[in-house]
């Protein structure tokens, strides 16, 4: 597996809007090869900024990469900010295979 993170600090007081356009957006992922899963995180108020996390989990890097150069990705993100920034400089991506998983052990029924 491989996760793909990004990270934003979005600049005070700017939270609500950033989070609509996540909300709001047609992510383009759910039907895409190798694609596992997304989460949006909220993070701690720093003094400028709230931290937030975009945390997308695929089969493998090549799944991601993929991805990164397909229309679905171009199509995901033409709904960035546009009047005004939202966060403070550029999204700071980090990308990780996964080397260990443990699950959380499930009722035997």
Do not use: C
């Not at 949006?40 to 695929?58: A, F, K």
């Not at 171009?74 to 699950?103: C, D, N």
Request: proline letters at 5%; charged letters at 30%; glycine letters at 4%.
């Amino acid at each position: 597996m491989f996760i793909a993170m990004n990270r934003f600090k979005v600049a005070k007081g700017s939270e609500a809007e950033f989070e609509e356009v996540w909300l709001s957006r047609d992510s383009h992922l759910a039907d895409l090869p190798g694609f596992v899963e997304f989460h949006m995180l909220r993070g701690p108020d720093r003094e400028d900024h709230t931290l937030y996390s975009s945390h997308t989990i695929w089969e493998s890097r090549a799944d991601f990469e993929n991805w990164t150069r397909s229309e679905a990705f171009r199509a995901a993100h033409q709904s960035a900010p546009r009047s005004k920034p939202l966060y403070i400089g550029h999204p700071e991506f980090e990308g990780f295979e996964v080397i260990q998983t443990v699950e959380r052990k499930r009722d035997a029924a």
